[in-house]
């Protein structure tokens, strides 16, 4: 009604108030109002055009539980198969992800209904990940929107890193180093702290604009991964990001795997074979990387009995990293297929994620013995110092030892002789 000031102000003014000015006040109320009722009846919500259904959250949080997580639930011999984990497990990364981040805590809305429970929310991102599905596709059990899945992924994700990064994705310590080389000593590799190499995933929504960067010899865009694997498949190491047309070498030469040894941070190995003392240790690799002291590599043709039961030992137990990947591929569809989301930064959330609770499970089932997950044995913290010290002439040289050919050359040789010498003959 304001928009007729004049009206009104000579209707109320006016000595003589005709019949006409009333119902042409009328008539122009009536045209605002169903106006105003025709714009109401067609945008509900607080965002023009968006509809609202009616899901039943409470519902599904009660299914849910039900079926999951009740005492006697009914799917209670599934749950380790459609959550790759166990149920307390779980649940202690519900509890993390809850106390951590507030999005994931049940709360109500403006009118009093409840919204989706933090179960709710963490099992859809973990149908996403395990399953590798669209986010619209949980939405029938868990009753939960797509965009609303993929919020929760998003926020899963990021808050998995947050909580359980430090303790589960971080460079073996004293103890972890003391078994790594206890289990290299058994297997014939002494000094060996695991095997590394890389995997691609494919990026199926890649901008069209970074597509020749990121397509390489997988003739479609990929994002490498670079892993360091021990035989319990736990993932030590893990840099992620690069584009797919860069290979192995290219990755090694971006990557931090060697930054602790050569800042002088990592634990001291010192193992003998042969009658020679090494002080680094090394990890397995195919022939593409190069001959460094801290790679073994194997011989492409081998000759004569000694080369070639090296070889083949060497190869055996490479693969290693290769079943690190295919038992996380195998946990969490979604690094398997290709990549839906537009941005690099959540698919790098979304490896480092699947790479913890993969690490989190083999600790749960008991895959790795005597590890100290803890961090009580990490090594004491590195002070700062101001004053000048010969550390930049110790970086140097440590840097030339990793990439001595002369020591790769050795300790190959010592190893051929180590093994022919305890399994061999």
């Not at 709360?107 to 933090?118: C, E, K, Q, W, Y």
């Not at 069209?208 to 490498?224: L, N, R, S």
Request: net charge negative; charged share 25%.
């Amino acid at each position: 009604m304001d928009r007729y000031p004049d009206i009104l102000e000579d209707i109320l003014h006016s000595d003589e108030n005709s019949d006409d000015e009333w119902d042409m006040l009328l008539a122009e109320t009536k045209r605002e109002e169903e106006s105003r009722s025709k714009r109401r009846n067609k945008h509900r919500g607080s965002v023009p055009g968006h509809r609202i259904i009616r899901r039943g959250r409470v519902e599904g949080h009660e299914r849910l539980y039900h079926d999951y997580f009740a005492p006697n639930c009914v799917y209670d011999a599934f749950f380790r198969r459609r959550f790759r984990m166990g149920r307390p497990l779980f649940l202690r990364i519900v509890n993390g992800v809850e106390q951590y981040d507030p999005y994931f805590v049940q709360t109500t809305d403006a009118i009093g209904n409840l919204g989706l429970s933090s179960l709710q929310k963490v099992t859809a991102a973990f149908r996403i990940l395990t399953y590798g599905t669209p986010a619209d596709s949980v939405d029938e059990y868990v009753r939960i929107g797509e965009s609303t899945a993929i919020k929760s992924l998003r926020r899963f994700v990021q808050a998995v890193i947050a909580v359980f990064g430090d303790e589960y994705l971080r460079p073996p310590n004293n103890n972890d180093i003391a078994r790594l080389l206890a289990i290299g000593e058994q297997r014939g590799f002494p000094g060996m702290l695991g095997s590394i190499d890389c995997m691609h995933w494919k990026w199926k929504n890649c901008p069209t604009a970074w597509q020749g960067m990121y397509t390489g010899h997988c003739h479609e865009p990929t994002i490498i991964l670079e892993a360091v694997a021990s035989q319990d498949l736990w993932i030590w190491h893990a840099f992620f990001g690069l584009p797919g047309s860069l290979n192995d070498i290219n990755v090694l030469e971006r990557s931090p795997v060697f930054a602790t040894l050569t800042e002088g941070r990592a634990p001291p190995v010192n193992y003998r074979i042969n009658g020679h003392d090494y002080t680094m240790g090394y990890y397995l690799a195919d022939g593409i990387y190069p001959n460094w002291s801290t790679f073994v590599k194997t011989i492409p043709c081998p000759q004569g009995l000694k080369r070639k039961h090296y070889a083949a030992a060497q190869e055996s137990i490479r693969k290693d990293v290769e079943r690190a990947f295919g038992v996380l591929q195998a946990r969490f569809a979604i690094v398997r297929g290709p990549a839906r989301f537009w941005d690099e930064e959540t698919l790098a959330y979304i490896m480092k994620a699947c790479i913890i609770m993969h690490n989190m499970i083999i600790e749960d089932e008991g895959a790795t013995n005597d590890n100290d997950f803890d961090g009580s044995g990490e090594n004491p913290i590195v002070q700062v110092s101001h004053v000048h010290t010969p550390e930049f002439v110790d970086f140097i040289q440590t840097h030339h030892q990793i990439r001595s050919n002369a020591s790769h050359s050795q300790l190959q040789s010592d190893l051929i002789e180590h093994l022919w010498q305890r399994y061999g003959q």
